[in-house]
């Protein structure tokens, strides 16, 4: 959280002076897990930074967001870096009416939305 927080305090500045730019962090572990206790803190702060500097340059045409991993990532898995590459891609090119703060990449099923055809 302290590295997010420091390129913020560098980049994000600039970027709402500019009027646009996108800052989007890093997270994991989309929910709490008691036996991480301190892990699942920092990543409650992850989500909490986000929340504030979204409340802060947002306004000023900054898109700040998180795309949350909730899995290792590696290669040929349901985690596979070019998957989540996509996440920060539509991320980065949304519309400002349409803005997201978090994705959550849970795997193939859970990050893509369901077809119409696919609802019950």
């Known amino acids: ?38 892990l699942s803190l920092g990543k409650a702060g ?3 930074l986000v929340t504030l500097l979204d409340k802060e340059y947002g306004p000023s045409g900054v898109h700040v967001a998180t795309v949350t991993v909730a899995g290792a990532v ?13 996440h920060y891609w539509r991320l ?4 400002r009416h349409r803005w997201e703060r ?8 859970a990050a893509l939305p369901a077809a119409a055809g696919d609802r019950p």
Not at 74 to 86: H, K, L, S, V
């Open 1 to 38: 959280m302290v590295g997010a927080l420091t390129a913020a305090a560098h980049v994000a500045p600039a970027m709402a002076e500019r009027g646009s730019g996108s800052f989007i962090v890093t997270g994991g572990m989309p929910e709490p897990e008691p036996r991480y206790v301190s």
């Open 46 to 48: 992850v989500r909490a």
């Open 74 to 86: 590696a290669p040929g898995t349901a985690f596979d870096p070019d998957d989540i590459a996509e």
């Open 92 to 95: 980065h090119t949304q519309p």
């Open 102 to 109: 978090e994705i959550v990449h849970g795997g193939p099923a």
